[in-house]
């Protein structure tokens, strides 16, 4: 596209070394970007690349329902950083994670998941507004939970931007911990920390990060995580009572620093299996189905998108005048 | 027991001339197992919605379907879809029709489908926690199953005994004890479906790439979709189980302590906590039943004098609702209960800790017995209100979920909104860490039957909006159906269109379930 384009287009657009860029302001203006390219017949990020980093709107934190409405241009680890002073904590999200702009961990390969207590993976925002292809606004349900028809953050959760583009999100956060422990164990086998693990979790114990290393056929995992007193107390109990059981016991010392891999989103059965080939692992995230892993292990890479199923590539078609780079 | 006028099937429209047509190809489609008979018609042409109670009590039937086909394979159902996109037909998927929002009501006739022969069990996949069921299992012989083999899946929905995992999936359903186990959208991990261009599919489990289409096929109400099948997780069935009850002094102290508690990240299986009416006689139940005697052997006196006697005097009180409501300002105090259930140990140790915050809050300590009571008769109060319908009332419940900050004011205003029109009372339950739901009951009356179809809709039209403009969602666990479908589509506001765009790339012909959610 030519300079003079680029006038034409609005205030929002601007020339950079190697073509241009659109840095809406606020939402209306998203809104007139998309419009005005989908005039020209112009396609995001082949023409033109659209950065959100200026929507940086923060609103006051709801302190009883812990959350707080973020624009996707609020890097994670600065609103974890404007949480602390209010009592709260955006929550255990990988390293990598937390250096993601809102907005683009939630459309990319994160898909803006978060484990809970119970094993469960949840979305960490309660409520999106987007921008669909056609313009229009996409507002989900700010209540808790819905059952009022499909949840259509679906067209924005690991979606990478390719059917709406999300403007905001209401972030679940956590009371920031009082107390964050790290404990050492041995376990005799790759399965019996795995079984340890799950079975902890199932009950309610929510780790923040686990380092496990494989030699020998042992593991010593150190198991750090975070919360009130009361919390932390009781979670100690239930996870040495699940490491007794798998055949484990405490260890002095575990080796903090993991590998510095590119996380990947893994099954347990892949944990296993890379654990059994000796290897050491970082895992985040952790629920009752995958874990975010960094190592040598099987997964889907997060650091990039990958090809999508064939029922979720069904979906570009919503981006009818091909704005956001339109069907396949 | 109050006998219902009888409905003539006869009195039924006749099959439309297009579904007839189509009949021996539909015979051909489903192995022979299609019906156009009146009799089938009626028996599907309802749900448990209970303005077609009100209906039947008038002598009006709610729109029944053209045909019943009962497939038995992913391939029949395919084929039924593809036949209803070429003939132009509607296709409506049924589970057990326990859902009390008109969600299967054949409003444009069709075809419903009856998916209760998918109803095999796999065995437990005890390493991944896992088990393959399909969609027409019904929830009790589920649960049975699991318990038998030492699992749970810790979904009871009060319709466990008459609702299916097809159901469940397609109205985003959740159970009593959901504080811990989650709705059934947590539980799934991956579900088989056709969807409304006739393909069958399986849903990938995680990890994938790109976005997750459960949570648009979750809950479309067989707009989008018919579930097949579905891999559920499981959990081992909970060792221990631990119940206590407290009384606080309001209600806003009791909403105080359930938020306290789960932010402290306890995760009891059971939080009610009931409104001062409801406190002061619904939720005082006691352990102990009373035997039912069945309808067949019921004297004159319970069948003819008793109902007549109790429609005078719902019709005198209920029918004047503001005065009964007014009288709920004579109580204030709330009752919590809480049950925690799992490893013995971690539930003691969790209901030691929201033991102390109740405490703190002012909470009087009622022991283990107001939660047994509840455990014991929790899946009375459907029953219960099949009864109130009989004796003359209309009665119904509204379930909608609100933020922390929210909650009391959308209480208030329901309560404000619905006086008017029905005897209104509340309980919380089904809490997170952001919120919670609030569940409403509703039982009104008036001297006619029209009159009191009207003020049911009246009802609906002042309780539902109070709720969405206080800041509360439009449903959180009955779904949409007809009932909200309005509503639905006026608090998506733009994002209608999305669900519109949606419902064209699933359903490109519009044959599935036309009309629930305003599609």
New interface residues.
Partial sequence: MSVSKERALGSWARQVEGGLIAEPRDERELTEVIHVLADRGVALNKEITLSRARLTHLDPV?A????VAAGAGVVLNDLDAHLKPHGLTIGPLSPAAMSLRLGEFLEG?Y?GLRSI??G???PVC?SLTAI?A?G?????????????????????????GR??LVTRGVV?C??FPERDVRVAYSFPSALAFVTAL?RSI???F?PWRVHADSKSGRVIAEVRWA??V??VE?DR??LS?CVEEAGGRGAGEAEREGPMSVE????WDAVLASLEQGRALQLFRLS???VVARGDVE??PLNE?????S?????L??DSRGVFGGAP | MTRLPNVSAASLPAPRAQVLEAKPELLAAVSGRASTDDLDRLSYARDLWPLALLWIRQGRIPPPPDAVVWPGSEDEVAQVIKLARRRKLAVIPYGSGSGVCGGTWAINGGVTMDLKRFDTIHEVDPVH?SVEVGAGVLGETLERRLNARGWTLGHFPSSIACSTVGGWLA????GQFSS????I??MV?SARVVLGTGEP?Q???????????????????GT?CAFTGAKL?V??APKGRVFHGFEFGSVVKGLEAI?LIF???L?PAVVRLYDPFDTAFVGKGKATKKPSVPPSERSLLQTSALPAFLRQVTKRTLGRPTVMNKLQSAFSRSRLILMFE??P??AE??DR?ATALCRQLGGDDLGEAPGRAWFKKRYDVSYRMSRLIESGTFADTME??????KVHHVYERVHAAASQFAFVLCHFS?A??????LYFSFVGSADTEEEMEERYQQLWRAALPAAISA??????????GLL?AQA?QD?????R???R??KG??DPDGVMNPGK?GL
């Fill in positions: 709801a009883d329902s812990m959350t390969p898909a207590p119970g469960r993976l949840e309660t669909t056609d229009r606004r996409l507002e989900t349900s700010r209540s808790p939970r819905s059952a009022a028809g499909p949840d259509l953050s679906a067209l924005v959760l690991g979606a990478a059917i709406a679940r956590v009371p799950q199932a009950e309610g929510w919360a009130s009361g919390s009781r109990e239930l009572r990947h989103e893994s099954t009752l189905t995958t997964g889907v998108p990958t090809g999508w199923t029922l979720g590539g069904r979906l078609s919503l | 926690r109205a985003r359903s959740a811990k186990y989650g709705k959208e947590d991990l599919l849903t990938p489990e995680r990890p994938f790439s790109g976005p997750d289409l459960m949570p648009l096929l979750v809950g479309s109400e989008l997780r959990f081992p938020r932010r402290e990240g995760r799992g490893d140990a971690r140790a969790e800790a909608i979920a609100a933020p922390w900050e089904h997170y860490a952001d919120g919670c739901s800041g509360g969602n439009v449903s959180h666990h009955h779904g949409v909200k639905l608090s998506l506001g733009e994002g269109h999305a669900l765009s949606v790339v699933f959610l």
